[in-house]
């Protein structure tokens, strides 16, 4: 993957032009592909060790502590000491104004080792950033700087028992913490009650403590809240109370561990229901307070009713980290797939006069069928990590690039957000099980990867939104909600590589292919925008999600084929690389590219079948 | 379910049709139903609630033996009462002559229930209709009657480790067994000596015996062999040797549990490698041998080098029962899917005028996108179902329908039998994945049924031949290789259901889709017939298999429209059964069809791109 993360880092996004901007100056490509290199190596050499393990031997409760596998916490300690989880900070708060884009492809190399493993780093790396980017200094201190070295690990906690994707009916509640709630140097002091549920890295051992960083429903001075998503703050809670270094004070913090979700995979990432403020440990807040059942203490992170936007604020980068970790398992198992190819043998090859029946038997890799499973792999993972890329280039754009560009940047990373979070999920989740096809029965038994790799990648279609959320976001928010202005910022793009391709011989055709889709689609929103009844509009939002997907994926695999039938200069390892991405983007054009017409159908048609279906006719 | 079936059998496939023949003139629809009542019964309240049991308690190899959870020999003891095992045998020889279409549908219960469980039953039951089709008396008396007693369990040996698709290549060695090999009253004896893989069954205490249908290579009189298919012949190895009455002789024959495999799911069907004559239990032959080493004892049935073709006699039933499996697994997840749409609240509904966020939480079913994915699970499922049906109808006139139409039902049935096989295993995977995602993150727990209905599905593409090994008999041998014969006979079946829906007001605008549809799919034949490089026809028979499986859904869902929409006549829930189905097959023609157009593109364009792929490219 290391050749292919060269290509598609320094000749297709140009990352090296980054080091030209004043945030970025110190670094250059030396200083990236250490950031790299390093990766890769503990990747390799620590992590995806571990991974079976971690499915094995699934977190269990043994008096009253969560046990994990051994060599867990020690992962996770020679991971923070890469760095990794203050890259992105200002260097004046000990990070390294590293590019998001070489933040993200380096993370790359431990979601592919162990995704379950990885997903600690990656929470604490998001919770980090978002006490970074909103948290008052003293929060910094306090509750970023310990994640960001290691010390204390992060957790995202949203959903509760009865409220999943409806976020507007979180029922954990807030409540100012005493007079002197709006005095304390860590923030407004409050207390929290309620249960949150899914919370991934909710509790363990792996270090001196746990920053859960919750959605609640909080009241104001009299004691009032709002109904829906603008009656939510966003609070700071730690498992164990920290003075202003975010130092442990050895006083408990009343969060209570429920229980653990048993899952179907991801079995290395601890998954818990918590209730806080049930009164299990009743807490003396600094304020004088001693009842049982007071409420956790949370300290409020930006502004009452500010939550869900504060939580939207990195959601763009935890969607963009889902997908690459769903396009990841799919590069892993497309891996495990082409070295079983490679070294099994089975049946003999079909020429052109039919099927030799004599002679030794070939490698699995000799089968028509069996390249056109690596081909859709292939097209499904690296597409998909090309697609993260981009999204990461945009972030980095978006935050450094001049102003024009920083707005057009924003434009599009909002616009391609939920197909980089959906995208990857769905189609890497086919290319791991096309991984186990490949290995035939052996892929079946728990002897081989590729099972735990297919586990693994199914939840990726639900956590962070999920398939259907990311379909009306889509749909509803990012091409409709705005008259259409990102559709033509893209449009443009993808046209101005359409241009570029109908120049060469090789791609006028792909290039024609692409161009009647887009103009395929381009009718379709029109007929969308012009339909009043938003129910109708939305109600194929899930087949408008394929067909958006897909084609964005066409577009990135024409400008990835153009990048890539530039002259070759390493050699001959890299003409085979460059030849292998020009024929997978083949693959791509004649077998992926036509699903595109067949989900547009319904949506063009506006379709109603599905909203007219009754309850009682199922 | 049942209502479901009613409709199948009784109005679409006139079950009751049958009764008028010689061979079913003592059944009747009653009959019919005091069988599949039974069955419906006995698997909702013995099997059903042992589905998740099995699945948790793998069987495990306890000193030398197979240990598995309580309950499952009493469940098979209860199921071999029922008299399914020898349902379609003759009367004389213990059966009830039941159409095969009966036995079928009343099996698809138990597979719902459990699938892991119902394969014990099934494998037996296909194992003692291969011998009572193609054995000598005295075979049928010592090895299929004990089978359909439920005293003795079947196995079907024919992967080794070193060949599973490649069977030509199968090693495992048979020598006739001395001078008296050809006057054993059990048929001509020899000693096999090789390894068997992936044997379902292949040991377990669930009875007094079990026989292992094995294809080996025969040598002939002067010890020689022959490669390739044509040189395997089929041989019954019972695991205690028996004598003519199949009763155990107190002597063990010497086949060993080498061990067990450990797979993702279908994890109650105990699944074995095996050696065959390893000399672990040396077997004192009837002739007087006493050699270490000497070989399991084998009895071979029918004919020298006919092994093959005896195993594919029963091949059309055994993938029949594979595409049923999968239905089924469709459907428990379907009906598992829709309950909890039903239970659990969840946001609100999207009306003409956008989401309101106000008023309680409404049914997920409420959501236009939870129907669009309980409408596919349904489509998938029931189309799998019908499909099925079908072909065991088929199965049915072929054995007992006047000789024209006996002629014209083998054809269709050898056509369409990959497709029953393959497409419930595709597509039902695809809704049990549905299932899980409608249910959110509590599918992705082992909490809910339906994370095991899925990855229990996940063997049907790769056991009985795996899915490219379904294209390449559907195209190479099915369509192409009888000059285009049966596909002229579907087509025509096809268009007799087309002419019937353009009679219709409802039905025209499908039925002129589907028309389209065969139109192209006829050209693209036309194509592959005009060309010679054998390799370059069957590059995309993948792809291929993938538009005929979907044109012929279209086929069966319009028919089932045509089939719906008569009159009905049993009250509301009658009703509302075929206004629903009539719904599922609109979803099925706007959603559905549409995609056999992407996937006929590259077959069309004889596209070359996964044949041209090199090996060093990947």
Redesign the interface.
Same mark, same amino acid.
């Given at each position: 993957m290391q050749a292919l993360l060269d290509l598609l880092l320094y000749d297709w996004l140009n990352a090296e032009a980054l080091c030209q901007r004043p945030r970025h100056k110190d670094h250059s490509r030396e200083t990236f592909d250490a950031a790299l290199d390093a990766a890769e190596r503990l990747a390799r050499e620590v992590f995806a060790p571990l991974n079976r393990t971690l499915d094995l031997e699934e977190p269990r409760l043994i008096d009253g502590k969560v046990v994990q596998p051994q060599g867990v916490r020690h992962a996770l300690e020679a991971y923070a000491q890469l760095g990794l989880l203050s890259a992105g900070h200002d260097q004046n708060a000990g990070g390294l104004q590293m590019p998001y884009l070489i933040d993200l492809a380096a993370n790359a190399y431990f979601s592919r080792a162990s995704i379950s493993l990885s997903a600690y780093a990656m929470l604490t790396y998001a919770n980090a950033n978002l006490v970074m980017a909103h948290g008052t200094r003293a929060q910094k201190q306090a509750f970023a700087h310990p994640m960001t070295t290691g010390r204390c690990f992060g957790t995202m906690c949203l959903?509760e028992p009865?409220?999943?994707?409806?976020l507007? %009916?979180i029922a954990t509640r807030a409540t100012p913490d005493g007079a002197g709630h709006a005095q304390d140097p860590l923030g407004p002091r409050y207390r929290l009650r309620g249960s949150k549920?899914?919370i991934s890295g909710g509790e363990h051992e792996l270090g001196e403590n746990i920053l859960h960083l919750v959605l609640a429903r909080s009241e104001d001075e009299r004691g009032a809240v709002r109904?829906?998503v603008k009656g939510l703050s966003l609070f700071a809670v730690p498992r164990w109370l920290v003075d202003a270094n975010g130092e442990r004070t050895g006083e408990r913090n009343d969060v209570k561990l429920i229980g653990l979700? #048993?899952?179907? !995979?991801y079995r290395g990432t601890v998954n818990t229901l918590l209730a806080f403020g049930a009164g299990e440990f009743p807490v003396r807040a600094p304020g004088g307070l001693n009842n049982r059942g007071a409420g956790a203490i949370g300290y409020r992170i930006g502004e009452h009713g500010q939550g869900l936007a504060l939580m939207f604020h990195m959601m763009n980068e935890a969607r963009l980290n889902v997908g690459m970790g769903a396009a990841m398992l799919g590069m892993a198992g497309y891996e495990a797939s082409?070295r079983y190819a490679?070294d099994r @043998?089975?049946?003999? /090859? @079909?020429?052109? !006069?039919?099927?030799r029946?004599?002679g030794p038997?070939v490698?699995l890799?000799? #089968? @028509?069928?069996?390249?056109?499973m690596?081909?859709a792999q292939?097209a499904y993972a690296v597409g998909g990590l090309a697609l993260c890329l981009y999204g990461a280039r945009l972030v980095d754009e978006k935050h450094t690039g001049e102003s024009d560009s920083a707005a057009e940047a924003a434009t599009l990373l909002e616009l391609l957000t939920p197909v980089a979070k959906s995208w990857p999920s769905q189609w890497c989740?086919e290319a791991n099980?096309l991984a $186990?096809?490949i290995h035939?029965?052996y892929?079946?038994?728990? %002897?081989f990867p590729v099972?735990q790799f297919?586990?693994d990648n =199914?939840?990726n279609? $639900? #956590?962070e939104g999920? #398939?259907?959320i990311q *379909?009306?976001d889509l749909l509803g928010r990012k091409i409709l909600g705005d008259g259409g202005v990102a559709l033509q910022r893209w449009a443009a793009c993808v046209e101005a590589t359409i241009d570029r391709a109908h120049a060469t011989a090789e791609l006028a055709e792909a290039a024609d292919a692409l161009a009647d889709r887009l103009a395929m689609l381009r009718v379709t929103v029109r007929r969308l925008q012009e339909e009043?009844? @938003?129910?109708?509009v939305?109600?194929n939002?899930?087949?408008f999600l394929e067909a958006f997907g897909h084609l964005v994926l066409g577009w990135i695999w024409l400008d990835l084929s153009l990048c890539a039938g530039a002259r070759p200069v390493k050699g001959v390892e890299d003409e085979?690389?460059r =030849?292998?991405l020009r024929?997978t983007a =083949?693959?791509f054009f004649?077998?992926e590219l036509?699903?595109v017409? *067949?989900w547009l159908?319904?949506v063009s /048609?506006l %379709?109603n079948?599905? /909203?007219?279906?009754? %309850?009682?006719?199922?």
């Open positions: 959903s009865q409220a999943g994707s409806s507007g %009916d549920m899914w109904p829906g979700n #048993h899952k179907l !995979g082409l490679r @043998t089975q049946g003999r /090859a @079909t020429g052109p !006069g039919g099927k029946s004599e038997q490698p890799v000799a #089968h @028509t069928d069996v390249r056109r690596l081909l292939r989740l099980s $186990i096809q035939g029965g892929g079946y038994t728990r %002897d099972e297919w586990r =199914r939840l279609m $639900i #956590h999920t #398939h259907g *379909a009306l009043q009844d @938003t129910a109708r939305l109600a939002a899930g087949p085979q690389l =030849r292998g024929q =083949r693959y004649y077998h036509p699903k017409d *067949a159908a319904p /048609a %379709d079948t599905c /909203a007219e279906m009754q %309850d009682a006719w199922f």
